[in-house]
């Protein structure tokens, strides 16, 4: 949807064939609500660039940019990324939508690997706009700036990973506030309902327009040197009790899936899911609407 909304012809193939028509069906559900949403001028059109493949050839046929979007382990992507380095067009760039998983750990054995970078977006990615662009030492500069502009011409919010860590930025900060709650839930301080709460009803709410260093910036009165200088030593001494606190337990994830059952069935997750892209359109319309009236 995201390169189909930027004006580009798109080619769906997966290994099983049910897969790419699933998807298909899902992409002509959404597109409309997009449009409704005032996300999208033509729905119809867009999804007329949206195709589907026989094969990983076919796909791949005279292509100018590639994202693979399969399971979150190395060796299916490296054996997949063999195949399409032998069947790609030699000036396509190839991309890894992976959460975490280094570039270079994915693509070093290529003998292209020069063209490769992880292109990782936020789920759902029609919605969300940012995408983390991260190559490898062996990346060149030229595929990182041709990936940068062909995703904000898809009208994403692309940032560069300048270096290679794992989990890049996005899923460092969201794993440092998750593993912070999950101690908290285990060590009794808070309800998984309520911490979510502190993050919706609280930090979200600024978070959904600004990030954590322009917010500091605002909540001093002469700025983030001001900040850090008021706050800085509760910063640390916090920072140091959560880098020596315990590990969440082993079974954390069966006392959330209790508790979250009992908010959310599983069988109305498929539900949930759907309400959450709701409100997700509803955000990115308000944002969109207010993007040219900010003060700076």
């Known amino acids: ?29 959404t597109l409309p609500e997009m449009q409704s949403a005032g996300l999208l001028e033509d729905a119809e059109s867009t999804f007329r660039r949206i195709s589907g493949a026989a094969d990983l050839a076919q796909a791949l046929a005279g292509v100018d940019f590639i994202q693979e979007n399969i399971v979150e382990r190395a060796e299916p992507k490296k054996a997949l990324f ?5 069947l790609a067009p030699p000036n396509a760039i190839i991309s890894s939508s992976t959460s975490a998983i280094m570039p270079s750990i994915i693509f070093g054995e ?46 994403m919010s692309p940032i560069i990973v300048k270096r290679e860590i794992e989990g ?37 709410l600024r978070w959904s327009f600004m990030g954590p260093i322009e917010t500091i910036d605002l909540n001093a009165p ?12 509760t910063i640390r001494r916090v920072g140091h009790s959560q880098s020596a606190a315990e590990p969440w337990p082993e079974d954390m994830g069966a006392r959330l899936d209790a508790e979250r059952r009992a ?20 955000l990115a319309a308000h944002k969109r609407a207010q993007e040219r009236k900010t003060p700076h």
């Open 222 to 233: 002469d700025g983030v040197a001001d900040y850090l200088e008021r706050y800085g030593p």
């Open 110 to 155: 290529l003998a292209t690997r020069r063209r490769c970078l992880v292109s990782h977006p936020l789920n759902p990615p029609h919605l969300a706009p940012i995408v983390e662009l991260c190559g490898a030492d062996f990346t060149q500069p030229d595929v990182i700036s041709r990936a940068r502009d062909f995703m904000a011409g898809c009208g």
């Open 1 to 29: 949807m995201v390169f189909a909304r930027g004006g580009h012809d798109v080619v769906l193939w997966d290994q099983d064939p049910a897969q790419v028509e699933k998807a298909k069906g899902h992409i002509a559900r």
């Open 168 to 204: 890049f930025i996005l899923n460092r900060l969201q794993l440092a506030v998750l593993n912070e709650a999950f101690r908290l839930i285990a060590d009794d301080y808070v309800s998984a309902e309520d911490l979510d709460k502190t993050i919706k009803d609280g930090l979200a």
């Open 82 to 86: 063999t195949e399409v380095e032998r």
């Open 263 to 282: 908010a959310v069935p599983r069988e109305k997750l498929g539900d949930a899911t759907q309400w959450r892209d709701r409100r997700m359109m509803a």
